[in-house]
């Protein structure tokens, strides 16, 4: 029997447009995969002839959800250019603000966008609420958002619409999948804290724009430093983000961990979220500066899934593969040639197991994210990676947490090698983030003791050229931005994004990225839902809108760098 | 009498037209709020402050709050063309109200990419259903500019792989009201910029029923939620200016209601972020403000429940619910020198606080805007 075709687009609940096909066999296993990007802007051929000024603001609506990590990555990557150097209040400012996305991305990534794929609505509302109330305990000292009054009235509250029919975008969903383990009162819990994520992620943003002006999409970095100098200045403002920093970090501590290792224990033996890591090499950024002598997360990488080894990352050695993305060019581009262009073939007419419908082609292109490697290695990036990295570099925080949680749940630490893993590798970044924020917090507050200065003054020679990059981890993993001004304006820029490295198609050896390797093997329950197809790519928390770019890059020297400049296809 | 009578009237026929339509939902919103734990005081508060924001007298809060109990009755379909999903994350910064009560008390969403459980075929259904079954009734929403080059082909979506051209056309043939949510689909936003790789263009230039531009980059929760209420009460467009965006929101200059419009008046700016100027809150002109050049409510609504907005953070306006901002407002930190406001930079800052003549900068600042503007608009009628 030949494989059958399952073609899932959109994927909903990520940022941006993405379609997944996979190939099964007569036992519903899959056997192929393939992801594709099905929107392309261009926004960095929009950047080039810009004010350099203006870059962090433009590339910043590459996204709004991973809102400010392109506007951050824009602005340091043109500080990087022109040699400037921010006061050490703008670093702690901007270090702050990363805190405080993180603390927000994630959580809604993880309730919102995820948590669907885990929990079962239908299901909670079969729970006794009672039972649910004393059960929350088991996962947390100090419950939230679960005694017994609050669950009974999510639950009447679900129930009024269920009973009716009307499920909003609740409505034609996957409940009653087998893969979903949760008992109904774990339902009900989980349901719980995804109704109260919706309060606390607006807090986490109010968080955010104390200091960034609002979120999504903040106005408060400029190239030089920051300037929220009066929020900072101000007292007020100040404990006002103590005082919603700890009702987030509180949800963190008290709802997010406490899901993950109720999903840990009943998910441990679940077969089809204990795979979904195909590409075990792992690559990661650095970020968070804490003081001025410590960041808290470290960059490197591990090959094989190996971590008794770490290697630091030679930039020299990233290049992108347009084999079968939807961009002119030979097979395998070399850094520096070749022209970029769209070059869109579409899709094809196909049987399904759903009908007929546009399929793609794997023998030709088939998207618009591109395929990085590293030193010819297909590489994941994002939570999972900066997690693993940092705990074979023996970072004694990551060490530390990783290893609480792994005993907690019995986990071997290979457990971490899995969509079950990955989406865990989530909660425990953002713990690691929310509980080390203060730090940030603090060494703000010592410094605004003695030091007002927030920007450092600059000048643009345009008759000079200038290059410049920024490389760190952002929410999905590693971002790096690159810069070339002449004449005063932007010349070339790129973006190397983290979806890209994971959502990438096949380069021209046929290597697949983590994608399309992650969903070999699954089985699905019934092809024509396929809930655990979305659960593991869901596990990456795919960013489309930021893995598809493109520039004209023809002869453009970014020699110091020698990454691939033709880069377009990466995501956040 | 006032002049609000008819106005007054008109929502009051639209409540009774609303309250004969089938219900969606079919449940007593007196029993939702009960069973939310919502008084009656808490509700009448959130209908009062809807009210306020659209510049309404206090007399419509009570329909409101009717309104709002029957808005069950319209169903949502918001779609995703190209875009960042910035939009989306504002809807759900929303609390007047909130996004929770909004998804499972007020309306029926049903089409969310991003919030919607179903994927894939079951997601294309939902959407087809929805547009069949609520044909006339539904509000269609829109994030994102609809690339138009290559035949729409820069973005395809659901399982035959329909560009989004196709998507937004026939959503929009059985839409009761449809809103474009943000820059990119009320004016082609970031996309659109020079060069316009994609052909990226507002939803309104796509199709041929009257759209309501709601721009921004993103926009505000609370202009997002306050153009649905406003439809929800009234039932037809508001009063809108000539880039489509209703005028409750969007008619007023940021640069006319702005928290640092008196060091302006005074001459007192910003020479440098960071410096003194900075420090005390002086006026963000000279650091590239486009507040004299655009119309938004930000200054008084600010973002996030009013926490902050980017002049208050120190930076100025950008312009971003301006049509082709990122084109015609750039470099974003530095004044647009076609359109210097009272050819500022040389005198303005030397005038001090003498009141007469700070009086006739704030009269010179308005003349030369609107003369920007008229011409502007001159430029858009020749097209």
Redesign the interface.
């Known amino acids: 029997m030949t494989n059958r075709r399952v073609v899932i687009d959109p994927i909903t609940r990520i940022e941006g447009h993405l379609r997944i096909e996979v190939e099964v066999d007569e036992n519903n296993v899959v056997q192929k995969a393939y992801s594709s990007s099905t929107l392309w802007r261009g926004i960095e051929l929009i950047l080039k002839g810009r004010d350099p000024r203006d870059a962090g603001l433009m590339a910043q609506r590459i996204c709004g959800v991973c809102t400010y990590s392109h506007y951050k990555a824009g602005v340091e990557a043109v500080e990087n250019a022109l040699g400037i150097e921010a006061p050490y209040n703008a670093k702690l400012v901007r270090s702050l603000l990363n805190a405080s996305l993180y603390m927000h991305d994630h959580v809604v990534q993880f309730y919102h966008l995820h948590g669907l794929d885990w929990v079962d609505v239908v299901s909670a509302l079969s729970a006794d609420p009672e039972a649910a109330s004393k059960l929350a305990f088991k996962y947390s000292d100090l419950p939230i958002a679960t005694g017994t009054d609050e669950l009974k009235a999510v639950q009447q509250r679900v129930k009024s619409f269920v009973d009716k029919g009307q499920l909003g975008p609740f409505a034609n969903a996957y409940w009653g999948n087998g893969t979903y383990k949760f008992s109904p009162e774990q339902n009900l819990i989980a349901l719980s804290h995804y109704l109260k994520a919706l309060e606390v992620q607006r807090v986490a943003a109010q968080m955010f724009a104390i200091f960034g002006a609002k979120q999504p999409h903040p106005q408060s970095l400029v190239v030089g430093g920051v300037t929220c100098v009066r929020d900072i200045l101000s007292p007020t403002r100040l404990s006002s983000w103590r005082e919603k920093y700890k009702i987030v970090k509180d949800f963190i501590d008290r709802a997010y961990q406490a899901d993950i290792v109720m999903a840990a224990e009943a998910y441990g033996t679940e077969e089809s979220v204990l795979g979904g890591v195909g590409v075990k090499n792992f690559l990661a950024g650095d970020a968070f500066m804490l003081n001025r002598s410590e960041n808290l997360f470290q960059s490197g990488y591990i090959k094989n899934g190996d971590l008794s080894q770490v290697f630091d990352i030679d930039d020299t050695k990233i290049k992108e593969d347009v084999t079968h993305a939807w961009y002119k060019g030979a097979d395998t581009l070399q850094p520096y040639d070749g022209v970029t262009e769209p070059d869109y073939t579409g899709f094809v007419d196909g049987d399904t197991v759903n009908g007929q419908a546009k399929i793609i082609d794997e023998s030709k292109k088939y998207s618009w994210v591109k395929a990085p490697r590293y030193d010819n290695e297909a590489m994941e990036v994002g939570p999972l990676a900066c997690l693993l990295v940092n705990y074979a570099r023996g970072n004694k925080k990551v060490q530390s947490e990783v290893g609480a949680f792994l005993k907690r749940t019995g986990l071997p630490v290979g457990a971490l090698f899995t969509t079950l893993g990955r989406t865990a590798a989530r909660m425990l970044q953002t713990k690691l983030i929310s509980d080390n924020a203060i730090t940030i917090f603090d060494s703000l507050v010592e410094n605004i003791k003695t030091d007002d200065s927030t920007y450092t003054k600059f000048e643009i020679d345009s008759s000079k050229e200038y290059m410049g990059r920024f490389i760190g981890e952002v929410p999905r993993g590693t971002l790096s931005h690159w810069v070339r001004i002449k004449n005063g304006l932007i010349e070339n820029y790129q973006a190397v994004v983290p979806t890209t490295w994971n959502a990438g198609p096949m380069d021209a050896k046929g290597t697949v990225g983590p994608y399309e390797a992650s969903l070999v093997g699954l089985k699905l329950e019934d092809p024509t839902k396929p809930l655990e197809v979305l659960r593991v790519i869901h596990s990456f928390d795919p960013c489309m809108a930021c893995s598809v770019h493109v520039i004209d890059m023809k002869g453009v020297e970014l020699s110091e760098f020698k990454v691939n400049p033709m880069s377009s296809g990466a995501a956040c | 009498m006032n002049s609000f009578d008819a106005l007054y009237a008109k929502a009051k026929d639209r409540v009774r037209s609303l309250s004969e339509l089938p219900s969606?939902?079919?449940?007593s919103v007196e029993q939702?709020l009960e069973?939310?734990?919502i008084e009656r005081r808490d509700f009448m508060k959130w209908a009062a402050g809807i009210t306020a924001m659209l510049a309404l007298p206090s007399q419509f809060t009570p329909l409101f709050a009717e309104a709002a109990k029957l808005a069950d009755r319209v169903p949502l379909v918001w779609l995703?063309m190209?875009?960042?999903?910035?939009?989306?994350?504002?809807l759900?910064?929303s609390?007047a109200p909130?996004?929770?009560s909004l998804?499972?008390d007020y309306i029926?969403?049903?089409y969310?990419?991003?919030?919607?459980?179903?994927?894939?075929?079951?997601?294309e259904?939902?959407l087809e259903?929805a547009l069949k079954k609520y044909a006339g009734r539904y509000i269609l929403l829109v994030e994102g500019g609809v690339?138009t080059a290559?035949n729409g082909?820069?973005?395809?979506?659901?399982?035959?792989?329909r560009t989004?051209l196709t998507v937004v056309t026939e959503a929009a043939k059985g839409a009761a009201a449809i809103f474009s949510i943000g820059t990119c689909s009320s004016f082609g936003?970031?996309?659109a910029?020079?060069?316009?790789?994609?052909g990226?263009k507002g939803v309104d230039k796509v199709i041929s029923q009257p759209v309501i531009n709601v721009p921004g980059?993103?926009p505000?929760a609370a202009n997002i939620v306050g153009t649905l209420m406003h439809y929800l009460l009234f039932g037809t467009l508001p009063a809108l200016d000539r880039y489509h965006r209703p005028k409750w929101a969007y008619g007023n200059r940021i640069h006319d209601l702005c928290e640092r419009r008196g060091h302006f008046d005074a001459g007192e700016f910003v020479e440098?972020?960071?410096?003194e100027g900075?420090?005390d809150?002086w006026c963000l002109y000279k650091q590239g403000c486009k507040g004299p050049y655009t119309f938004n409510n930000c200054s008084t609504e600010?973002?996030?429940?009013h926490?902050?907005?980017?002049i208050?953070?120190?930076?100025g306006c950008?312009g971003c619910s301006e049509p082709d901002f990122?084109d015609t407002m750039?470099?974003?930190?530095?004044p647009i020198k076609s359109h210097l406001v009272m050819g500022l930079n040389a005198t303005v800052d030397k005038v001090g606080a003498a009141l007469l003549t700070a009086t006739v900068v704030g009269i010179g600042a308005h003349a030369v805007a609107s003369i920007f503007m008229s011409k502007k608009e001159k430029e858009e009628n020749k097209s």
């Open positions: 969606v939902k079919e449940e939702m069973a939310r734990g995703h190209a875009e960042c999903t910035g939009c989306s994350e504002s759900i910064r609390d909130t996004i929770d998804i499972f029926s969403l049903d969310h990419e991003t919030l919607m459980a179903a994927a894939g075929w079951q997601a259904e939902n259903h690339p290559m082909q820069y973005l395809t979506l659901g399982p035959q792989g989004g936003g970031i996309q910029a020079a060069p316009n790789p994609t990226a980059c993103p505000s440098s972020f960071g410096d900075a420090k809150g600010r973002f996030n429940q926490v902050n907005w980017p208050g953070a120190g930076h950008m990122w750039g470099p974003l930190e530095q």
